[in-house]
């Protein structure tokens, strides 16, 4: 409907649309209207990627106008129901599906992928989805909602983005009887036919789209998350989003709150609920941190506590080995015994953060740091509203996915901290692919820091993040950090090394404005006619 008199002339498109030629801004406002009806959040998902699908640009626009409203439907926590629902709810597929049967014709399936200037691949074999666990294929809705995020957040061209599903099976029984399912209906492979899956799917993008390509691994199952993040982060430009992006953004929140109670982060002891990928990632980093900031690393490990489900883990000395056993404490009686402590959870089993845990950390401390990080809002750890209510709201609270704003009695009102990854990987992302970095170590996850972006008064509302409506802005001042950081550091691979590193990324930012199909149409001038005969 956009389309000009000329180009719908040009096109044969003359008849085929209602004669008004309509403004982006009016179409924008008609999907606007038409979400505002829709009260169901799996309704406006579909609404949404429905829209993606006929007119990308509008729906990139609706989108960042309105990132606050729309991100927790293109994202956590809604893509997460969008999965468990993604064979009931399909229109058409969207992205790469690579099954164990495709071994030895994985670049051939690349070459079916109609976009030739891949820059930016996610993938996910679909085993450990959010906190819902294995989803098989249905897990795709994760890579599509996280390039998603690259465009709105960080501007990056979204045919330079490939979604991918690696479908090795699945042990998820209700999907395997589910006659709905798209995926294989076996059990997972686990043998040696599944790592030579992901050589090959590896050396096949690489092959294809070249060494500089990045490749962010997200959703895999704990035990092959860690060793396939070791395997492949010297030979590609790779990371896995849930160990070092969630580590990226729960350190960012720590950071913030050091600003709000006045205490260095090498003074905080850190309790864990949950010793996974995201908790063993945050601890890592935050290590890294404390270390930067003058700790020897014994020191800095030592004012970190990791609470599995099975208890307190620590490590002891059995006949001159390292061994790690569980101490069976409860979570209270932990949290009891060290005074001055943050407490994090990245378990995804639900509400852990008790009123007894919140009532003794509000009593404990002054400031007590809380972070529910467990995704979707099901599987967090407690509300928003119990923590500051039960804390008096004297806590810091920051969650995985958003909660509402809290009013307390007295009349305070508290803006929650949503402790959302897209704050660090659309940037960190935009970054890498611009400067050409091979490979991207922990460093550059320890400089994509966000507190100097976050004011006093953002600061005094409760929020440890900035506010969602501005995270464009974040993400390319993100961007600009670390395109600073990897050229100073030897780690860039693209030259010449542009000057202005903040005109150089803000260049690249993908625009939302529609093309004119027109062609180029001109006159000769100056020429002569051709002679009678």
Known sequence: MAFSLQERQILGLQGLLPPKIESQDIQAMRFQRNLKKMTEPLEKYIYLMGIQERNEKLFYRVLMEDIEELMPIVYTPTVGLACTQYGHIFRRPKGLFISILDRGHIRSILDNWPETNVAAVVVTDGERILGLGDLGVFGMGIPVGKLCLYTACAGIRPERCLPVVIDVGTDNETLLKDPFYMGLYQKRDRSQLYDDLIDEFMEAVVDKYGQDTLIQFEDFGNHNAFRLMRKYREKYCTFNDDIQGTAAVALAGLLAAQRAIGKPITEHRVLFCGAGEAALGIANLITMSMVEKGLTQDEARKKIWMFDKDGLLVKVVVQSKHRHVVFHFSFVTVCVAELKRCVWSVSGAGRLFTHDVLKKMGTLNKRPIIFALSNPTTKAECTAEDAYTLTDGRCLFASGS????????????????????????????LAVILSGVRHISDTVFLEATLADQLTDEELAEGRLYP???????????????VVRFVYANNMAFRYPEPKDKDTFVRSTVWDISYDSFLPDIYEWKGMNPAPDH
């Open 402 to 429: 958003p909660f509402d704003t809290v009013t307390l009695a007295d009349g305070r009102v508290f803006t929650p901290g949503q402790g959302n990854n897209a704050y660090i990987f659309p940037g960190v992302a």
């Open 467 to 481: 506010p969602l409506s501005n995270i464009r802005e974040v993400s390319i001042q993100m961007a600009v950090k």
